[in-house]
């Protein structure tokens, strides 16, 4: 059968561009399922035209268990999803509340979700557009980017620059003027970030780029937004790689097993296909006169006392052979990649939070790696950049109202927990925080923020002002009364 290997000798490469895009173009074949689109040839098809036998490895396989992309969900899924977006913590309120705005009108944990899921596969970029002095976000894969990073600061983009070949006719939909001897040719678009503008150059031939010529600049395309950055964010997926990519969330390894998988439960399913219409076999002689055999519940085949008839059927072990392997093979490569490994079949009751975390350690362990790259990383410096770009410009809502200024004193992101805690979790966090309050050793805001994921608090300096407005109801207890505790040895 085939392996990662082998498949990518069947995708096209092209040699004009930097050696990390066909490696990034490989995984993400992986990530959106056209893995096997280069093969001819489906599983069911078992000879050419020519009558000859088509090996396994030239055949698309009939089911695909997709064991990265799920993996990759997953981990997104804890890291972005509505229930586990952070929330913004800020000193100065207003800004916190602009920006928590922000965040809702350009949906930017959909944005992210796009981001960790296309940047699996080593790294994404994150575009900040303003426009009409609204904020608006884009996710670019990195196949055709290419970064620069300032020597003084490794860790900030000098530049980033989109380059790649197009058609001469697609040039001219776009509103290029273009020779139409030149239709059928191939140019060379590219277009430059910088820290003071967003540069289109002109298509080039490919043949003037061959010879060493540097684009133009297309003044007509090209705006300056002065932000004194390159507006964007450049995301390594997990630590490792090199410079530009980081490790994928899934290895080669992985996608070897899922290969593996996709083709067994392939050839699990043909076998159960043959076992439903089993092959005639007949050893002459069958019969005296030249016949046309029928097969059928209807029709009888006479043999002679020398011929011999058979059904050639395929024992139903084989069929749960395959299954078992494959799951044994989803556990190896869960494994691995440190997916969810747990099985819903086996819960019988609700569980706790922890205990949920618990089963779904590895998981958790992954996507809380993905948290520094993604959150503390890229979600952060975005909001930075917001920040920024609101001294430079107005920034406005959907109904044109405006932001103000914003600081970014102390900007930082408060996570949720990983699972919603149970009733029976909140009722001991609850006393637990109380007892710490009262004892003086947890403040009212810190105990507010704790418990603000699970009650679906946005704004805890609201809810505590509201608190202290109502005051606290009549008759109130503490949850963990301290006239009910047993003395302690200090106080016999």
């Not at 997709?66 to 969900?73: A, E, G, S």
């Not at 970030?193 to 395309?221: I, M, S």
């Not at 024992?315 to 997916?339: Q, Y």
Request: charged share 25%.
């Amino acid at each position: 059968m085939a392996d990662f290997k082998n498949l990518q000798l069947t995708y096209h490469c092209d040699k004009d561009y930097p050696a990390r895009m066909f490696r990034i173009s490989s995984l993400t074949r992986v990530i959106d399922g056209t893995l096997y689109d280069e093969l001819e040839h489906p599983f069911s098809t078992e000879k050419n035209d020519a009558g000859e036998y088509i090996s396994l490895a030239k055949r698309r396989p009939s089911a695909k268990t997709r064991l990265c992309r799920t993996v990759v969900n997953d981990s997104v899924s804890l890291l972005f999803s509505e229930g586990h977006f952070p929330a913004v913590e800020c000193v100065d309120e207003e800004t916190r509340d602009t920006l928590t705005k922000i965040i809702k009108e350009t949906k930017l944990n959909q944005v992210m979700i796009d981001a960790a899921t296309r940047g699996a596969v080593g790294s994404v970029f994150v575009l900040m557009r303003i426009l009409d002095n609204r904020v608006f976000f884009d996710v670019m894969p990195t196949t055709l980017l290419t970064p620069l990073w300032k020597a003084n600061a490794p860790d900030t983009l000098e530049s980033m620059t989109e380059r790649y070949k197009v058609k001469g006719e697609l040039l001219i939909a776009s509103g290029y003027t273009i020779p139409d001897a030149d239709k059928t040719k191939e140019f060379w678009f590219q277009r430059v970030w910088d820290e003071n503008a967003e540069n289109w150059f002109l298509p080039q031939p490919l043949e003037e780029a061959k010879k060493g010529l540097k684009p133009v600049l297309d003044p007509n395309r090209s705006t300056n937004h002065g932000l004194g950055f390159v507006p964007g964010v450049w995301v390594r997926n997990l630590p490792g790689g090199d410079a530009i990519d980081g490790e994928p969330t899934f290895s080669v390894e992985a996608i070897d097993v899922q290969i593996e998988a996709d083709y067994l439960l392939s050839q699990g399913g043909r076998g159960l296909k043959y076992s439903a219409d089993p092959t005639l076999h007949i050893k002459e002689p069958a019969f005296g006169d030249q016949k046309e055999v029928v097969r059928g519940a209807a029709n009888a085949i006479i043999t002679s006392s020398e011929g011999d008839a058979k059904l050639l059927e395929i024992n139903g072990t084989a069929a749960a052979a395959v299954l078992d392997w494959v799951k044994g093979l989803r556990e190896l490569a869960l494994e691995g990649m440190g997916g969810n490994r747990s099985n819903a079949d086996k819960l019988a009751a609700a569980q706790s939070g922890r205990a949920m975390e618990l089963m779904n350690q590895t998981l958790i362990w992954l996507a809380d790696k993905l948290r520094i790259s993604y959150g503390e990383g890229a979600l952060l410096s975005l909001l930075n950049m917001v920040v920024a770009a609101s001294s430079k410009f107005a920034l406005v809502d959907k109904k044109g109202n405006k932001f103000g200024a914003l600081s970014n004193e102390d900007l930082s992101l408060r996570w949720p927990q990983w699972y919603a805690p149970t009733y029976a979790d909140k009722q001991t966090q609850a006393e637990t925080l109380d007892a710490l309050r009262l004892a003086g050793l947890l403040s009212q805001e810190t105990a507010v923020k704790s418990l603000a994921s699970g009650y679906d608090i946005s704004d805890t300096a609201d809810e505590i002002r509201q608190i202290e407005k109502e005051g606290p109801p009549p008759n109130a207890q503490p949850v963990n009364d301290p006239a009910k505790q047993p003395l302690s040895n200090s106080d016999d």
